[in-house]
């Protein structure tokens, strides 16, 4: 089992930049594949980034790469989002998903453990 809490979402204007943190439980949480997923108003839950277990693979949607950095830390059994030059239809709730694999999956039904997730406002 693993249990993720995400934390450090917010309200931000336009141009700026967020580091969101995903603290995850479980002592085999360098064999996770990492996710990092938003869902909007009305919107479905859509991918935003992976990072394999060993960090040798990333994969990022086409609306945040060069935008968005995703890394982690497995000392710490912490997936980091860092965001930059956020825009407003960037505001969703952010969630961390985990799936025990090394494969960067991109969609939700592969993976199998969610965070509660946390909230990122873009304000223009």
């Known amino acids: 089992q693993v249990q993720l809490v995400e934390s450090g979402g917010g309200l931000v204007q336009a141009g700026g930049s967020l580091r969101l943190s995903c603290a995850a439980s479980?002592?085999?949480?360098?064999?996770?594949?990492m996710g990092w997923f938003r869902q909007a108003p009305g919107k479905e839950r859509e991918f935003v980034a992976a990072i394999s277990w060993s960090a040798g693979s990333t994969s990022y949607a086409d609306s945040v790469k060069g935008r968005f950095t995703i890394s982690r830390d497995n000392a710490k059994n912490t997936v980091y989002l860092q965001m930059n030059s956020l825009k407003p239809e960037d505001t969703a709730v952010y969630s961390c998903a985990a799936d025990y694999s090394d494969y960067v999956y991109q969609r939700t039904y592969e993976y199998d453990y969610w965070g509660q997730g946390t909230q990122v406002t873009v304000s223009s």
């Open positions: 479980g002592r085999t949480f360098s064999r996770y594949v």
